[in-house]
T-cell receptor, first 117, second 114 residues
Framework: EAGVAQSPRYKIIEKRQSVAFWCNPI?????LYWYQQILGQGPKLLIQ????????DSQLPKDRFSAERLKGVDSTLKIQPAKLEDSAVYLC???????????????FGSGTQLSVL | QKEVEQNSGPLSVPEGAIASLNCTYS??????FFWYRQYSGKSPELIMS????GDKEDGRFTAQLNKASQYVSLLIRDSQPSDSATYLC??????????????FGTGTQLKVEL
């Protein structure tokens, strides 16, 4: 079974530039998550999709971050413009269960390490 | 108060000893609890889940849950150097609009020394 695919693996940009990350979840997984993990901290949920609808985006800085999940499969996360404090690993994860049920297990991708200079 | 709290460590234990990792959570209605292991530079991977009060054992790992105290722990018996990693406590919390989300603690770094 193929895992969660993410690209790029690394990205270095200057502040005020824009950047986009891509995620392809495990086939058939209904729920997709984007987490931000700053060095030394636990993953922080940015946005959670159920199929192509947003379940939770309460911690997404909407003035600069945006995300979409077209057709309920692939997803992209964009930052525009980037700030120094956005330097982190951006993890995409997927789960097979639907909304309202316990998230039994999240399958994580390798992550994208973003450095903002 | 943070939603999920852990001591950041590092927690150092000698090889063969028992490592005890602790976590407290704020949402009294939470029903599902997980321990993820994260090696340096890698993504988190699930090692244990627990839903009922008491103990759950899986090999060298035992998860313990006390909902009244809002406390969950992970015991690692016969610790090995390969267990050296950051252990993330994760709690499933209900969303006000329906559904649930997984909230992680900051993680405890475990070092198993030879």
């Amino acid at each position: 079974e193929a895992g969660v695919a993410q690209s790029p693996r690394y990205k270095i940009i200057e502040k005020r530039q824009s950047v986009a990350f891509w995620c392809n979840p495990i086939s058939g997984h209904a729920t997709l998550y984007w987490y931000q993990q700053i060095l030394g901290q636990g993953p922080k949920l940015l946005i959670q999709f159920q199929n192509n609808g947003v379940v939770d985006d309460s911690q997404l800085p909407k003035d600069r971050f945006s995300a979409e999940r077209l057709k309920g499969v692939d997803s992209t996360l964009k930052i525009q413009p980037a700030k120094l404090e956005d330097s982190a690993v951006y993890l995409c994860a997927s789960s097979p269960l639907g909304q309202g049920r316990t998230n039994e297990k999240l399958f994580f991708g390798s992550g994208t390490q973003l450095s903002v200079l | 108060q943070k939603e999920v709290e852990q001591n950041s460590g590092p927690l150092s234990v000698p090889e063969g000893a028992i490592a005890s990792l602790n976590c407290t959570y704020s949402d009294r209605g939470s029903q599902s609890f997980f321990w993820y292991r994260q090696y340096s530079g890698k993504s988190p991977e699930l090692i244990m889940s627990i839903y009922s009060n008491g103990d759950k054992e899986d090999g060298r790992f035992t998860a313990q849950l006390n909902k009244a105290s809002q406390y969950v722990s992970l015991l690692i018996r016969d610790s090995q150097p390969s267990d050296s990693a950051t252990y993330l406590c994760a709690v499933n919390m209900d969303l006000s609009g329906g559904g649930n989300k997984l909230t992680f603690g900051t993680g405890t770094q475990l070092k198993v020394e030879l």
